[in-house]
């Protein structure tokens, strides 16, 4: 009988009950398995299946990188052999954990928006029983290694400052300067001590310059501020952050203003003070007119609330039987606020 020696002989039967004739013998060799072919002079043929084991093989090593940050940066390790290798990963020798910008497909993982925490050595490990392979990928997320210096606050007005500070050196720079960021957020209203976290705003300022206008901040504030670079791939570093404080502003509208008793010659109101009053509240200007419902309207009459802690008023001497439309603005020393308004009309006679 022929017999076929190696790690394992899938298949050893005799034929007919006797020895196969050794009359033709073929070998084959494919990658994965050689085929023996045996033929007797019956022509009978016999292909005989031999499963060479093998260790893996590198298709394609993992390689080093070096990376922009906000990049998506794709790591590949590809091994071949039989059977088929089992490919796992590891990240500065810990097996490699879920995170929300990495993901592994097949044999490659992908860094998506990669930031500088994804800078380490990406080991990966191909093994199947019969030998391991490793290789490892030190992957380094660059950002500029420089921020702006001597950044500096001019106030324009109670909501606008200029921003200058020093450009950063090219050769600082990784790679192309897409410009400077102004990120900006607010600390405290001046009119009260206790912190608070305002919302995070930010503005680009495009190509190499060294100043910029930030609006739209809130009056008699304090407000903290740091300038960067950026590219297309992310944001610098930030300089240190600079601390500064807005003058006062007008107050915006009150939130409340509302008519609470009607008579024949008076008018009672009620207020509540502004949310933001952008400064030191100075007090009120409460103006009225007569309408009628008519094209012609009466002359506008103002009465100075001088105490900011009023929040009540009686309007008196009015014209019984007519509307009125009544005015509120809250003040600081740098002016009045925008109004607020209501409609009513007095009565034919006083209730009792």
Known sequence: MLQLKGLRTPLDRSVGGGELPRTRVGLRRSRDCERLSVSSPAAALIALIVVFPE??????EPESQLSMIGSDVLIKCSADGTPRPTVTWRVNGEPLQGAANRKVLDDSIVLHNAQASDSAV???EASNKHGTLL????????????????????VVNSSVVDVNWTRVHKDKLHGHLGGYRVNWWRLRSLTNSKRIHGDKHALA?????DHGAVPGLTPFSEYSLVVMTFNGRGDGPGSHPLQFKTPQ??????????????????????????SEPNGILTGYLL??????????VGPLHPVDVSNPNTTRWTLRDLEPLSQYKLYLRSCTVVGCGPPVS???????????
């Open 135 to 154: 290789a490892n990928a030190n992957i380094m997320i660059m950002i500029p290694s420089a921020a702006p210096d001597n950044v500096a606050v001019k």
């Open 287 to 296: 103006e009225y007119q007569l309408v009628n419902d008519t094209e012609e």
């Open 55 to 60: 260790p893996p093989e590198w298709v394609a």
């Open 205 to 209: 300022f495009p190509g190499d310059r």
């Open 122 to 124: 990406y080991q990966c």
């Open 249 to 274: 502003g007008v107050p915006e509208r009150n939130p409340v203003f509302r008519v609470t008793d009607v008579q024949r010659h008076t008018v009672s109101l009620l207020w509540a003070p502004p």
């Open 342 to 352: 209501e409609e009513c009309t007095t009565t034919l006679e006083t209730s009792e």
